[in-house]
């Protein structure tokens, strides 16, 4: 079997493109907060069967009741699930079980605003020590580039069979999560997805998964290209956030209305997008991103400042 590069596929990488094709795939959900949940649902709308993964035993036992803990997302979300095409454990020594995996864990800041991979690196350990043949694994975390290719498969590669052999045998990509809480006009499965693997097969077996439950999928270069486009997309949010705030304190003091002027400079149709003053940054990116840019860039030389 080839593919369209005229390159060899695996059979692991046939074999596992086949169950997808075949809604026969098994997709497991590592992490299940605001990302994980709707992810799991929408795998479970396309056809496939979820098995979800989470540290804590109160999120199984309210999703085994029907009950969703994420009060946004409704218990809806949850009861279209319940069934035999849904699962969620704890026990991890079931990460065997999914032909899919997706790693939605929090990235969060250390405490001097470093990078904290440590949950990445621990899924990715637990992973490894699991991993068998045919298995695609996918991070979702916001992160910066090279993350996917050197800290999250470097901790697969340490603890799986060294006989394993990326590409070949099991797959890796990263696809940004681009969850926005509390917002109904667009849902995980109508938000396009952007898809990039460490090797060809991986990005050809992740588009195809995905678009099981995501009606538009953007395979792209690589991991780091996909890695690179979320920091890029929150970055430009805080940016303009931050901006929007502070001419507002400006105009203020001039006596100017802040919302006049946006309307004013809406109505340019190239070059502008609308952004409004509010209380200022949040969530579990905006206001983290561009330190990991910050981070990344020291260590190539080329430090920035936001």
């Known amino acids: 079997m080839t593919n369209h590069a005229n390159q060899t596929v695996s ?48 999120k199984i036992e309210s999703l085994a009741a029907g009950k969703n803990y994420l009060a946004h997302l409704g218990d809806g979300m949850i009861t279209d699930m319940l069934g035999d095409r849904f699962d ?74 060294p006989d394993l052999t990326l590409g070949v045998d099991y797959f890796i990509a990263y696809s940004p999560e681009r969850e926005d809480p509390g917002r109904t006009s667009h849902t995980t499965g109508s938000t396009p997805k952007l898809v990039g693997g460490l090797d060809e097969a991986s990005t050809e077996l992740a588009a195809a998964v995905y678009a099981r439950g995501i009606e538009t999928v953007q395979p792209v270069a690589s991991a780091e290209v996909a890695e690179a486009a979320k920091l890029l997309e929150n970055i430009f949010r805080a940016v303009n956030i931050a901006l929007v705030n502070e001419m507002k304190v400006v105009l203020t003091e001039l006596g100017i209305d802040i919302w006049d002027v946006v309307r004013a400079a809406s109505t340019k149709p190239f070059g502008f997008m609308p952004f409004y003053p509010g209380p200022g940054l949040g969530g579990h990116c905006i206001p983290i991103d561009p330190f990991y840019l910050t981070w990344k860039a020291k260590e190539v030389g080329r430090p920035t400042r936001f």
């Open 11 to 58: 059979a692991a990488a046939a074999a596992l493109r086949e169950k997808i094709d075949r809604c026969s795939a098994v997709c497991g959900v590592i992490g299940l907060g605001y990302v994980g949940i709707p992810l799991a649902h929408a795998f479970h709308r396309g056809g496939l069967s979820v098995l979800g993964f989470d540290i804590d035993p109160v």
């Open 88 to 161: 969620a454990t704890t026990d991890f020594d079931r990460l065997a079980d999914p032909d899919c995996l997706f790693v939605c864990l929090p990235t969060p800041l250390g405490a001097h605003r470093e990078p904290d991979l440590s949950y990445v690196v621990k899924a990715g350990e637990q992973i490894g020590v699991r991993l068998r043949r045919g298995q695609l694994v996918v991070l979702e975390s916001t992160t910066y580039p090279g993350t996917t290719r050197d800290e999250f498969h470097g901790a697969i590669r340490s603890t799986c069979d």
